[in-house]
């Protein structure tokens, strides 16, 4: 229970208290009889409860009169009234001559009345509604109304004969003034039952505050109904009660109407300011702070760091983010970056800071460090904290980062300077596969060029820049080609050929390999149909697909009018895709339902780099391995790979499945692949990748007989 929910169940019990001990010990309080003393007193009270009123009227009417509610404009009306009323009454019920001698006690009780009407109704109508800002012009005229409506009444309380009873029909008077007395008790009551009503949204203090003023104020008001008499004394502890009610009231108006926004403004202020500086996923700093920081240590640092102190930003990438991100999807992605941040975080020392660069990057500021080679090697411990996979809901992936670091004094002069570098840096390593690169000023030629080649693809399509080679695919046993795989070639007009190494994954970045995807599909279809045409025994072309077009949901359908419109029997296409794609379980399985639907096959390339989760496949609909040449490569030299080998054969015979082995360049490969029990093989042993015309002269015009 928060405080402000204690204090009013308090006030709500000492309300309770106090009755309960007043009416055990009326007999003695009733002998107070001392006429002068309980006048004095009953004055005293009047003129705080006055007082209060005023205050709360001049609260509304005076303060932060550009910051008006409704509730606290509305209030300063009411109190204006009730603040003269009240005057009114407490002259003279306490006998002020010449007040009394136009109000005489019983009617003075009666302007009690009125006011207590007039602040249960209003408080009633004011605080059952929720509040909503004022003009300044409203201000005005709520006033003015306000100020016509009291003066009507006391003209009427005042000049009008017999409107206030106090002669001879006292008696009708008195119970009209009795229902009128319980009317407003109940008015109190009702307004407490509607601000607590647990149907409003949470309360706040102020609006608990007001509720303890209403406690009060109904206390006060059995007191001045004399219900329990406690003989003179009534009057003066209903007002004592009325005087703790309008305190309670100008402070909660006060709270609710200026100071809770104040510091909602306040609060939202520093929000904005957080989100401005921070990484709202992480809640790490941003690269604005990151900025401010970086400058704050030039100024410090700048030629004045007698102790000739290094400062170096190293920028962190997690590799292969995209494709966790795309393929286990964004909440996975975000999870990691999390994870991530968290990891890095502890390993932050005194002199050490941590930022969020937004996506996939982090930036590590570190202070005071002797020199260049100490910077890099504590670099070199942040790369090796991701060694351990790191554990999401979906299970444990082995991520690895990148890291491009630039060194104060020397790789920038300005802060821009010194986190531009970082970046080209890391950028750089990437291209490079490599872990860590420190800046150098070549890289900036790097980034450039990088710029321009994606322009250049951008044309390359129009410009009939790309065209395919084919590579054969042989079937071991018998050693016939049964197949070919179509490899992009990008005959640039100044570079010339462009290895699509370097090509695809900036295509795959700019969303380029989507239209390039479907040139190659619909190309290497086209050239397959084109061969059966002229009646040589048909093979299947294997196509490599892209994480990009392989998410894509009408994928299978593009496919499906490709086919169609070129005439090619599904079953003479098989579409390569990798592992990472097949991540995101349910959307691959989807995905290649939808593909095996139309009768092609699917290949999983370079099978054993990815994550390889043997688990996930086997209920996947795919119908081949390929296993990545890097193993086939050092079969003979490496225990290892021969042994990756031999078990992803054998388990992919398990499974059913074919296995091709790529990148087979010489017989030794050759034969340990064929005791394996390999099926098929591709690789420069067999042939490398030739243009149509080439691969139709070397392949297929010959009855093929490999002689090896
Ligand atoms: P990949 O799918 O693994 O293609 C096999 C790569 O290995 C080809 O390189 C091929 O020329 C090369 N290769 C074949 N036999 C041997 C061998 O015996 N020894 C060695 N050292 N290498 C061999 P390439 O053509 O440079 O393609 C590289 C990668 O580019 C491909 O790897 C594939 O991932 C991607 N790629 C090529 N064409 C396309 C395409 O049309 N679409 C997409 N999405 N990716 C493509
Ligand atoms: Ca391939
Ligand atoms: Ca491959």
Redesign the pocket.
């Known amino acids: 229970m928060r405080q402000e929910e204690r204090k009013t169940i308090h006030a709500a019990i000492i309300g309770a208290a106090l009755f309960l001990l007043i009416q055990i010990f009326r007999t003695p309080l009733g002998n107070i009889q001392n006429e002068e003393l309980l006048l004095a007193l009953y004055l005293i009270a009047g003129c705080c409860n006055i007082a209060f009123s005023f205050a709360i009227f001049a609260q509304g009417w005076l303060f932060f009169s550009d910051k008006l509610s409704k509730a606290r404009l509305f209030t300063s009306a009411l109190f204006l009234g009730v603040c003269i009323f009240d005057f009114l009454h407490t002259l003279s019920f306490t006998g002020i001559s010449y007040i009394a001698s136009y109000i005489n006690s019983e009617q003075s009780l009666w302007v009690l009345t009125v006011s207590r009407l007039a602040s249960s109704l209003g408080i009633l109508f004011i605080f059952s509604r929720e509040d909503e800002p004022v003009s300044v012009k409203g201000k005005k005229r709520a006033i003015s109304i306000s100020l016509l409506v009291i003066t009507l009444f006391l003209a009427v309380l005042l000049f009008g004969e017999n409107v206030l009873p106090g002669g001879p029909d006292y008696t009708w008077a008195s119970t009209f003034k009795h229902i009128v007395d319980m009317a407003v008790l109940f008015i109190y009551l009702l307004s407490v039952a509607i601000i607590v009503y647990p149907g409003r949204i949470e309360k706040s203090a102020s609006l608990l505050i007001i509720i303890r003023a209403l406690i009060f104020f109904a206390l006060g008001q059995v007191f001045f109904m004399n219900l329990f008499s406690v003989g003179e004394l009534d009057n003066l502890l209903g007002m004592f009660c009325s005087g703790v009610a309008y305190y309670l009231m100008l402070t909660g108006v006060y709270r609710l109407t200026i100071e809770e926004p104040f510091h909602e403004s306040r609060l939202a202020e520093a929000r904005i300011n957080y989100l401005a500086y921070h990484d709202d996923l992480t809640g790490l700093p941003n690269r604005r702070r990151l900025m401010q920081r970086v400058e704050e240590l030039m100024v410090q640092g700048g030629g004045k760091d007698k102790t000739g102190a290094f400062s170096a930003l190293a920028i962190m990438n997690i590799n292969h983010f995209k494709n966790i991100n795309d393929s286990l999807g964004h909440f996975a992605g975000d999870e990691l970056l999390q994870r991530v941040a968290l990891r890095i975080g502890e390993e932050v020392q005194a002199g050490e800071e941590l930022f969020s660069m937004g996506a996939d990057e982090f930036a590590f500021l570190m202070t005071g460090r002797s020199g260049a080679e100490s910077c890099m090697l504590r670099s070199a411990e942040l790369q090796r904290l991701f060694e351990s996979p790191v554990s999401l809901e979906s299970g444990e992936y082995h991520i690895s980062l990148s890291l491009g670091v630039s060194i104060f004094p020397g790789d920038g002069e300005t802060a821009e300077q010194l986190i531009q570098n970082a970046d080209t840096a890391v950028h750089n390593a990437k291209e490079q596969g490599v872990e860590i690169r420190r800046y150098i000023p070549a890289m900036q030629m790097k980034a450039k060029e990088r710029l321009k080649l994606e322009n250049d693809l951008r044309r390359a399509l129009e410009r009939d820049e790309f065209y395919?080679?084919y590579?054969p695919q042989v079937q071991l046993a018998t050693e016939e080609i049964v197949g070919m795989?179509?490899?992009?070639?990008w005959n640039h007009p100044k570079r010339g050929q462009v290895?699509?190494?370097e090509f695809?994954p900036v295509?795959?970045e700019s969303g380029l390999?989507v239209p390039?995807?479907e040139w190659?599909l619909r190309t290497?279809c086209r050239q397959n149909k084109q061969w059966q045409t002229a009646g040589y025994r048909p093979i299947c072309v294997?196509?490599?697909?892209?994480m990009r077009?392989f998410l894509q949901p009408n994928l299978s359908g593009k496919i499906a009018a490709i086919l169609q419109d070129i005439g090619l029997d599904p079953r003479y296409v098989d579409l390569?895709i990798?592992e990472s794609m097949t991540l995101d379980k349910e959307t691959a399985f989807e995905q290649l339902n939808r593909l095996k639907g139309l009768g092609v096959f699917i290949s999983i390339?370079?099978f054993g780099t990815g994550y390889s989760s043997l688990h996930y496949l086997k209920n996947m609909p795919i119908d081949r391995l390929?296993i990545?040449?890097s193993f086939?490569?050092e079969v003979m030299e490496d225990s290892n790979n021969a042994a990756i080998v031999s078990t992803i054969t054998s388990m992919a015979h398990h499974l059913k499945l074919k296995v091709t082995a790529?990148?087979?360049?010489n017989k030794e490969q050759l034969q340990f692949l064929r005791e394996q029990q390999c099926h098929e093989a591709?690789?420069?042993?067999f042939g490398?990748?030739l243009q149509a015309a080439e691969f139709e002269r070397s392949f297929l015009k010959q009855v093929l007989r490999l002689g090896l």
């Not at 795989?485 to 070639?489: N, P």
């Not at 294997?542 to 892209?546: E, K, M, P, R, T």
């Not at 790529?662 to 360049?665: I, K, L």
């Not at 591709?682 to 042993?685: S, V």
């Open positions: 395919l080679v590579q795989e179509a490899l992009l070639r290895s699509p190494v695809i295509a795959e390999i390039i995807g190659v290497a294997s196509i490599n697909l892209s077009q390569e990798t390339d370079d390929k990545d040449r086939v490569a790529e990148g087979v360049e591709q690789g420069y042993l490398k990748p």
